[in-house]
């Protein structure tokens, strides 16, 4: 797939790049698609442990990584999916918290799953999206 832009932000998502062999994210014409952001320090890689600061890294690893591959972050996002270790309702109202503060104009569709593990130990949250670029699509 030589012909699409993928990009890792720096530090940690460079790192998971060469450790993993996978990019944070990839441009397809107008549309940005996101790996799945956890609740990581984006320098170090280290995760919050408590819930409601890992969901908000979390999204604030999503602003980030859409940023770099050139969107304007959250604004654009339209599908959000995410995946939770355990779902429960403080992981619930701590992704609406984060909707409303990030994406005050608009509401997404959300696929929302429990699961029993996700790529690391202490991951207990991680968020997919795809946002709409197309200003950004003409530069790129």
Request: hydrophobic content about 35%; glycine content about 8%.
């Amino acid at each position: 797939m030589s012909h699409l832009t993928y990009y890792a932000y720096k530090d940690h998502g460079v790192r998971q790049k060469h450790a993993f062999w996978y990019s944070q994210a990839v441009r397809v014409g107008d549309r940005i698609e996101c790996a799945g952001q956890g609740g990581w320090d984006p320098n170090t890689g280290v995760f919050e442990k408590e819930i409601n600061a890992q969901i908000d890294l979390a999204f604030a690893n999503v602003e980030r990584c859409l940023k770099d591959a050139g969107g304007n972050g959250w604004s654009q996002v339209y599908r959000v999916n995410s995946y939770h270790v355990p779902i429960n309702n403080e992981a619930l109202e701590a992704m609406v918290r984060n909707f409303k503060k990030y994406m005050p104009d608009h509401q997404p569709i959300w696929t929302c799953v429990g699961v029993t593990r996700l790529g690391e130990d202490d991951m207990r949250v991680e968020i997919e999206v795809v946002a709409h670029d197309p200003e950004g699509a003409k530069t790129a």
